[in-house]
C-alpha cells in the first residue's frame, strides 16, 4: 500500500515526513508502458518522474491546501517537461514530454539542464479559484542542482525560509521520499500562502536540527526503496523521541474526463475541428498521465457545435 507517514520530534522545532509510494507508482508506469504510441519511459526519466512524485507528496501533505500541487521539471535537454501533480487527499498523477534520446545513466543535468535553463516551478492551484484568480507558483533554477532533491532543498529554503533536509529515490518498484523541516519560530511557508516571518531566536534549536537532519541524510538510496517506513525510522532515530500520526493512504488518479477533452475540441472552433476530421476521419485525443483514449467522429464533433436546444432529441424506448 502507498503511505505517507508523518511524526514530529518531541519537543523539538523539527518535523518529518516519509512517504513510500508502492501499488500507486507502479500504476503511473504500468499505465505509461501500456500506450502502445509511446511506450514506457526511459529508466532515468521513470527514476526522475519518481522522485519528482515522492517530493510533491511529501510537500502537499505538509501544508493545508485545498487543491492540487504541481512540480514541474523544465529546460532544454530531451526531457523538455516532468510533471509531477498531488491533490490535497493524496490522489496522484505524473508524466513527462520526453524529445531526444536520453541514454542509460543520464542525469537531472543531462535531461533537463543541458545547457544551464533548466527550471523548476512549483504550483498551487486551489479548488476553489475564482475566474481570473491566477494559481501561487514559484520558480527556481536547476542551474546548480545535481538532482531533484537538491534542487527542492534549495527552493524551500530561498523561496520558503525553511531549512529542509530531502532524501529520494526511485526504482520500477517504489518511489519514495524522505523530508525533516526546521520549523520556524513565527509563521508559516509560503506554500501555504502565508507570509514567512522568521525570527530564530538567535540559534534556538540549531544543534538539534543539525544532528537530525545528519541523521536523515545517512539513509542510503536502497535503504529507502527496500526498508519499511517503522525499520527507516528506528534505523535513523532511534535515540530521538518521535510522536508519529496515523499514516494518510496515496492512490492513482486522473482527472481526464470526455467532458474536459470535448471543451478542449469546442475551444478550438468548428473550422480547426472540421478540418482535423477530414484530414484523419476523427479526432483522437489521448490522456498523457494516464493512457486513456478519447475519440470524436463527426456526429460527436458535429454535436458539440450545435446549440442544445437545436439538438434531436433522443428516441425513446419501444413501449
Not at 500507486?24 to 512524485?53: H, I, K, S, Y
Not at 536520453?102 to 475566474?131: E, W, Y
Not at 518498484?173 to 522568521?198: C, D, K, M
Request: net charge negative.
Amino acid at each position: 500500500m502507498s503511505e505517507l507517514h508523518k511524526f514530529i520530534f518531541d519537543g523539538l522545532p523539527v518535523r518529518g515526513q516519509l512517504v513510500r509510494l508502492t501499488d500507486a507508482w507502479r500504476q503511473v508506469l504500468a499505465r505509461r508502458a501500456a500506450n502502445t504510441q509511446t511506450g514506457p519511459w526511459p529508466q532515468p526519466v521513470a527514476a526522475l518522474l519518481g522522485e519528482m512524485t515522492a517530493a510533491a507528496a511529501l510537500m502537499q501533505a505538509g501544508i493545508k491546501f485545498d487543491g492540487a500541487l504541481v512540480l514541474q521539471m523544465m529546460g532544454d535537454g530531451p526531457v523538455k517537461l516532468a510533471v509531477a501533480e498531488v491533490q490535497s487527499d493524496l490522489r496522484l498523477r505524473a508524466t513527462a514530454t520526453v524529445a531526444g534520446e536520453v541514454p542509460p545513466g543520464a542525469t537531472l543535468a543531462d535531461m533537463v539542464n543541458a545547457h544551464g535553463k533548466g527550471r523548476c516551478a512549483i504550483t498551487l492551484d486551489a479548488r476553489g479559484r475564482l475566474p481570473g484568480q491566477p494559481p501561487y507558483q514559484g520558480v527556481v533554477s536547476l542551474a546548480d542542482a545535481p538532482d531533484v532533491a537538491t534542487a527542492l532543498a534549495h527552493y524551500m529554503r530561498q523561496s520558503e525560509q525553511l531549512d529542509t533536509t530531502l532524501v529520494l529515490a526511485a526504482d520500477e518498484h517504489v518511489a519514495a521520499g524522505l523530508l525533516i523541516q526546521r520549523l520556524p519560530v513565527q509563521g508559516q511557508g509560503n506554500l501555504s500562502q502565508s507570509h514567512v516571518a522568521r525570527e530564530d531566536a538567535g540559534d534556538a534549536g540549531g544543534d538539534d536540527w543539525r544532528r537530525i537532519s545528519l541523521l536523515a541524510q545517512s539513509l542510503q538510496r536502497q535503504e529507502l526503496l527496500s526498508l519499511s517506513a517503522d525499520e527507516i525510522l528506528h534505523r535513523l532515530f532511534w535515540q530521538e523521541r518521535v510522536l508519529r500520526f496515523e499514516p494518510q493512504t496515496a492512490r492513482f488518479a486522473c482527472s481526464c474526463s470526455r467532458e474536459r477533452v470535448a471543451a478542449m475540441i469546442a475551444g478550438l472552433g468548428r473550422h480547426e475541428a472540421e478540418d482535423i476530421l477530414r484530414e484523419q476521419g476523427r479526432i483522437e485525443v489521448g490522456c498523457d498521465f494516464c493512457g486513456q483514449q478519447y475519440r470524436f467522429d463527426a456526429v460527436d464533433v458535429a454535436r458539440l457545435f450545435t446549440p442544445p436546444a437545436q439538438q434531436p432529441q433522443a428516441p425513446q424506448g419501444l413501449q
